[in-house]
């Protein structure tokens, strides 16, 4: 038997907003988008290549809107490994991306805080 972890809860405000930076800014692939009532969508999405994917979900309810942006209590949440993290980095920062720090050298790779809009904090990272 073998599992895998397929997708990733994430909180967001609001999903046009949410799809609009993911797929629009930082180039993930819209795999569904499904109505599922009149106010809730089934919405994934991934990074090209990835088998991971975020399931995004609108706040329904003032704890969840709570939420949004902390949902680790401040620390990075995602990491978005690239291949190329000098091309990837620049990629990003034209698309005006706003990183926390410059890239710096860790025992585990290349790496650079961001943000999304929503305040989650990503670790943009390369192994090499």
Excluded: C
Aim: hydrophobic content about 45%.
């Amino acid at each position: 038997m073998s599992l895998s972890l397929s997708l990733v809860t994430l909180v967001v405000p609001d999903y046009d907003a949410a799809i609009a930076f993911y797929v629009g800014v930082l180039g993930f692939e819209l795999v569904e988008d499904t109505p599922v009532g009149p106010l809730k969508r089934w919405v994934v999405v991934r990074p090209r290549g990835s088998g991971t994917a975020l399931l995004l979900a609108r706040a329904a309810a003032p704890e969840q809107a709570d939420a949004v942006g902390r949902q680790t209590g401040g620390r990075v949440a995602f990491f978005l490994t690239a291949d190329d993290f000098a091309s990837e980095h620049g990629r990003l920062l034209a698309a005006g991306v706003r990183f926390e720090e410059a890239p710096r050298q860790e025992p585990y790779g290349t790496v650079a805080v961001f943000r999304d809009p929503f305040g989650n904090r990503w670790d943009l990272l390369s192994k090499r």
